[in-house]
Structure formats: C-alpha cells, structure tokens
C-alpha cells in the first residue's frame, strides 16, 4: 500500500476539470475519471472542497476495494489541485 505522502507525490491534480456552473456565481469541478460526480461552489477551491468530500463519501460507503480504490485515486488528486492551485 502506497503511503499518503507517496499518492501525493503520484496524484494528478491537472485530472481535476473547472468549468462553469449553472450560474455566473458558481463554478462546477468533477475529476475526469469520474465525471459523474460533480460538486459546485462559488469557487474552485470550494467546489473541490465539495467534490473531495463527495469521494470521501463514496470510499466510506463503498462495500469492496475495487469500488474504493478508483474514488482514493481520484480524491488524492483533488486534494493535490486543492493543495496546488489554492
């Protein structure tokens, strides 16, 4: 298993996608294996807040590693854009 500072080192932070939300004052982020979920904020910083604690959800809902291990990849690239970009 990959230690926290190793899927930092590893993540991808340019796989987390900002486009506009469905207002001026929003702002939409999914990461691009997983587009189906999709977080909003009047930010990007807060809409990948959102998005991480949405895959956080997901990987403590998950009933089976192969569930759970896509969304951790896709989390620890979210948190490396936030810890990135903001």
Known sequence: MQSAAGARM???PSLV???AGATAQLVQVH???IPELQS???SPESAAVN???DMAREI???VEDLHR????RALDNV???IEKNY
Request: glycine share 12%.
């Open 51 to 53: 998005l991480a604690q």
């Open 79 to 81: 948190n490396a854009s």
């Open 17 to 19: 996608i900002v486009t």
């Open 69 to 72: 291990e896509p969304f951790q």
């Open 40 to 42: 909003h904020g009047e």
């Open 31 to 33: 990461h691009h294996g």
């Open 60 to 62: 403590d809902g998950a």
């Open 10 to 12: 590893a993540a991808d």
